[in-house]
């Protein structure tokens, strides 16, 4: 069996590449440790490479249209990896999840509809409502020991209230919960008695630490189903964000009738580019094993992490992480502003976390970093992150 190499340093500076060459302005400073922006330090899988060259021996790449590859490796992949069977013509392609979210509520929520999010959540959610002149409805999630739970019953205050649509990031992101059945169930039962139209952001549901299971929502009942659109992507799996390729899948006839009437007829697009297309079938092809070795490392990333801290730094707190490579970080006990605290990881750690209040209110004094490089990354930041907080007067030296 192929071992795959995640130790392997790549430099990725000067390569146009966002988590890079992108963090300068938003910090305010150089040489960081980029630890931010949701995609991997590691190569990009061969066979990705492997099917695009091939593709690219064709000499023309003309309009073209999804293939029957695209279509099964899609159904097979959510079969064989979420025992979720799904149908060919439930299948839409998305240039991005984000883009895709953005359709759905232009589509489903008219201007002025209410749209719920539980809080802290990745933050284009809230653009992607607000900017499109549909309001936000926060379910803020709640802590209960080391994880985040929901709030069924402001939840369904809420939903009794009037709520058009509800986007659920399923594990979410940056809490790292890989929601459980049951409380999936509740959630979607608790849409449909209210008439609420439920989007499940699905993107890290390959992204799940050992122990844990992913639950597609709408694999949970016919009637869940019916009212769920979801959206997912190899993307953050297996590292081709810039080939900007992603699916929703959509089983309700009505609903999908709806959505084509805007991308279709209204924003035309049917198709993405021809490389994200045969890159995305081999991914759900021949992923398996490449991705399987991905998650123990990652959790090995995880851990390490989480022990270091514990060890070196304990006033941060870090929470179970059941899902994704972006483990949510708590400063709170270190009892400094959270600008001082921002500044410090930059000015003095050096280090480019994303900034926990950018996902919702309660992220205030937390951080949110990226483990998905190589662990020896990892060990200079813990140690730059030590070193910094151990010269702060209120960490005893250890
Ligand atoms: C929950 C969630 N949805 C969507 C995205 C981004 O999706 P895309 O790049 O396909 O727009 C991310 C990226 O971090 C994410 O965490």
């Given at each position: 069996?192929?071992?795959?190499?995640?130790?392997?340093?790549?430099?990725?500076?000067?390569?146009?590449?966002?988590?890079?060459?992108?963090?300068?302005?938003?910090?305010?400073?150089?040489?960081?440790?980029?630890?931010?922006?949701?995609?991997?330090?590691?190569?990009t899988p061969d066979f990705v490479?492997?099917?695009?060259?091939?593709?690219?021996?064709?000499?023309?790449?003309?309009?073209?249209?999804?293939?029957?590859?695209?279509?099964?490796s899609?159904?097979?992949w959510?079969?064989r990896r979420?025992?979720?069977?799904?149908?060919?013509?439930?299948?839409?392609?998305?240039?991005?999840?984000?883009?895709?979210?953005?359709?759905?509520?232009?589509?489903?929520?008219?201007?002025?509809?209410?749209?719920?999010?539980?809080?802290?959540?990745?933050?284009?959610?809230?653009?992607?409502?607000?900017?499109?002149?549909?309001?936000?409805?926060?379910?803020?999630?709640?802590?209960?020991?080391?994880?985040?739970?929901?709030?069924?019953?402001?939840?369904?205050?809420?939903?009794?209230?009037?709520?058009?649509?509800?986007?659920?990031?399923?594990?979410?992101?940056?809490?790292?919960?890989?929601?459980?059945?049951?409380?999936?169930?509740?959630?979607?039962?608790?849409?449909?008695?209210?008439?609420?139209?439920?989007?499940?952001?699905?993107?890290?549901?390959d992204?799940?630490?050992?122990?844990?299971?992913?639950?597609?929502?709408?694999?949970?009942?016919?009637?869940?189903?019916?009212?769920?659109?979801?959206?997912?992507?190899p993307?953050?799996t297996f590292n081709i964000?810039?080939?900007?390729?992603?699916?929703?899948?959509?089983?309700?006839?009505?609903?999908?009738?709806?959505?084509?009437?805007?991308?279709?007829?209204?924003?035309?697009?049917?198709?993405?580019?021809?490389?994200?297309?045969?890159a995305l079938e081999a991914c759900y092809t021949e992923g398996d094993e490449w991705l399987s070795q991905l998650?123990?490392?990652?959790?090995?990333?995880?851990?390490?992490?989480?022990?270091?801290?514990?060890?070196?730094?304990?006033?941060?707190?870090?929470?179970?992480?059941?899902?994704?490579?972006?483990?949510?970080?708590?400063?709170?006990?270190?009892?400094?502003?959270?600008?001082?605290?921002?500044?410090?990881?930059?000015?003095?750690?050096?280090?480019?976390?994303?900034?926990?209040?950018?996902?919702?209110?309660?992220?205030?004094?937390?951080?949110?970093?990226?483990?998905?490089?190589?662990?020896?990354?990892?060990?200079?930041?813990?140690?730059?992150?030590?070193?910094?907080?151990?010269?702060?007067?209120?960490?005893?030296?250890?």
């Amino acid at each position: 069996m192929k071992r795959y190499d995640f130790d392997e340093i790549i430099d990725r500076k000067r390569t146009n590449c966002v988590k890079y060459d992108g963090y300068q302005d938003i910090y305010g400073a150089d040489n960081l440790i980029p630890l931010w922006v949701a995609d991997m330090d590691f190569r990009t899988p061969d066979f990705v490479f492997e099917a695009i060259e091939k593709r690219m021996k064709h000499p023309v790449l003309g309009y073209f249209i999804h293939s029957e590859g695209f279509y099964q490796s899609i159904i097979n992949w959510m079969q064989r990896r979420h025992q979720w069977t799904i149908e060919k013509d439930w299948i839409y392609f998305a240039p991005g999840i984000v883009p895709g979210l953005s359709f759905l509520v232009q589509a489903f929520a008219a201007p002025g509809d209410k749209v719920l999010v539980q809080t802290p959540v990745y933050h284009p959610f809230y653009y992607v409502v607000e900017n499109q002149g549909r309001q936000i409805v926060r379910n803020s999630l709640k802590l209960v020991d080391d994880h985040f739970e929901m709030d069924y019953t402001h939840l369904e205050d809420c939903l009794r209230q009037g709520v058009k649509m509800m986007i659920l990031c399923n594990p979410h992101n940056p809490l790292g919960r890989c929601w459980t059945k049951e409380e999936l169930k509740k959630v979607g039962e608790l849409c449909l008695k209210y008439h609420c139209l439920l989007i499940s952001d699905e993107i890290h549901s390959d992204l799940i630490m050992p122990g844990y299971k992913h639950t597609p929502m709408a694999s949970i009942s016919e009637e869940i189903s019916q009212n769920t659109i979801t959206c997912m992507a190899p993307s953050k799996t297996f590292n081709i964000a810039g080939l900007s390729t992603s699916e929703i899948i959509i089983s309700n006839a009505e609903l999908r009738k709806q959505f084509e009437k805007l991308m279709y007829d209204g924003i035309h697009i049917f198709v993405g580019n021809i490389f994200g297309e045969v890159a995305l079938e081999a991914c759900y092809t021949e992923g398996d094993e490449w991705l399987s070795q991905l998650l123990q490392y990652l959790k090995g990333n995880v851990d390490f992490i989480q022990q270091y801290i514990k060890d070196n730094i304990p006033e941060i707190k870090t929470f179970r992480h059941e899902a994704t490579y972006l483990p949510w970080l708590d400063f709170s006990a270190l009892g400094m502003s959270h600008q001082q605290l921002f500044r410090l990881l930059v000015d003095k750690a050096q280090l480019a976390l994303n900034d926990g209040a950018i996902f919702g209110e309660e992220g205030l004094n937390h951080f949110r970093i990226n483990v998905a490089c190589p662990r020896v990354t990892l060990e200079k930041a813990m140690e730059q992150l030590k070193l910094t907080f151990r010269s702060q007067s209120c960490i005893s030296a250890r």
